[in-house]
């Protein structure tokens, strides 16, 4: 009896022990890895996940643009035997690439797609790109010389010669006097250099003042008449002194005449309009064109001759003054009229207006010893 029962412990025992080895058909086995490579992270994509049990299927590929990875075969389900065929791995790119990185680089269909692994701490391939764009676009350019009209360049480079503008405000009872001094002693300062003209001022301005421009071939030649004149000693006595308690202020301005102008005097006698127009910063580079334009539009209705236009060297600068002569103040007036209904006069003053500043005009009177009359 006791044997009988010794059996069929053992018989429950090795039958315990083969129900609990056999595997469980009820549990299903876990998902097979995608194989494959990991992607490559773009400028704006970000890193791609490392291979788990939560990567998107076949199915998420698909939907994304790749192809879908065949089914797993039954041994791989089982987890035994041999792997099926590896898929075949799909690239992901991203929906809008940046420009920066837009360019493709065209690879040898042979060579491997594998780039070798970065030194620690060196910079990606995508930083580098970057960095060399960037200094591509802030490198320093070169402009190419350009060619402008402009005051600043014409004879004067080549002659030298400059006027220079001599304005002096008199004491109002001292006007008079002032005048006949020099009409008397003007032969002595005349023998040194050329008087262009000498004015007193009649409307515009200050009054009381006088206005006269000297001629010279270049500075070094105005140096020895400043030191001839000064050693004249009937000049100083006569003149100079005499005149100095006279005058509350002097001014002097260096011009050049413009390029396209040339000094012209008129054939008989009149009265003269100096126009000072001061405009924008820039030089004549910038206004020189329109400026000459507006100038010309003037001359063409022929009620007024253009006796010189000049530009400041030294005084304020970007600062023109333009001389015209007339017969009267009253032709003057009635050409004035005469170019408000011209249009081309009117089409070219409003051009030149844009880069005006600043203008003031003057009548002036010549006086009887001035060269200009």
């Known amino acids: 009896m006791v044997l009988l029962k010794n059996k069929q412990t053992k018989k429950q025992g090795i039958h315990s022990r083969r129900k609990s080895e056999a595997p469980a058909l009820h549990t299903p086995p876990p998902p097979p890895r995608r194989p494959g490579r990991a992607l490559r992270a773009s400028p704006r994509s970000s890193p791609a996940p490392s291979p788990s049990a939560d990567a998107p299927g076949p199915q998420d590929a698909s939907l994304r643009g790749g192809a879908a990875a065949p089914p797993a075969s039954g041994a791989e389900r089982s987890g035994g035997g041999a792997r099926g065929p590896e898929a075949r791995p799909c690239r992901l790119r991203p929906a809008a690439p940046s420009p920066l990185f837009s360019r493709r680089v065209r690879r040898n269909p042979g060579a491997p797609e594998s780039r070798p692994a970065a030194l620690p701490g060196a910079p990606s391939h995508a930083m ?27 004879p004067r480079q080549y002659d030298g010669t400059f006027y220079e503008f001599r304005t002096y405000c008199l004491k109002p009872s001292k006007m008079n006097e002032f005048l006949e001094n020099v009409k008397k002693n003007i032969h002595l300062r005349t023998a040194q250099s050329e008087l262009v003209g000498f004015w007193s001022v009649e409307f515009g301005g200050q009054m009381n003042k006088v206005f006269h421009i000297w001629k010279y071939d270049n500075f070094a030649h105005r140096t020895e008449v400043r030191k001839a004149v000064a050693k004249n000693k009937e000049w100083q006595q006569q003149c100079v002194i005499p005149n100095l308690a006279l ?31 001061q405009l924008k910063p820039g030089g004549p580079a910038l ?47 009635a050409g004035r009229h005469q170019s408000h209904e011209d249009p081309r006069v009117v089409a070219a003053v409003r051009e030149s207006v844009n880069y005006l500043v600043s203008q003031q005009n003057m009548l002036l009177i010549p006086t009887s010893f001035s060269p200009l009359k």
């Not at 011009?255 to 126009?275: H, S």
């Not at 001759?305 to 003057?332: I, P, Q």
């Open 128 to 154: 580098l790109v970057l960095r060399s764009r960037l200094a591509a676009a802030l490198a320093a350019r070169t402009l190419a010389p350009q060619l402008c009209s402009s005051f600043a360049t014409g």
């Open 247 to 277: 005058i509350d202020e002097q001014e002097t301005e260096i011009t050049y005449l413009v390029p396209w102008c040339k000094l012209e005097k008129p054939t008989k006698e009149g009265v003269y309009e100096l126009v000072i127009f």
């Open 287 to 333: 206004w020189g064109d329109a400026f000459k334009r507006a100038i010309n539009a003037h001359v063409d209705l022929g009620y007024s001759k253009l006796v010189g236009v000049f530009h400041t060297e030294y005084g304020a600068l970007n600062r023109v003054h333009v001389l015209w002569w007339n017969e009267s103040a009253d032709s003057r007036a």
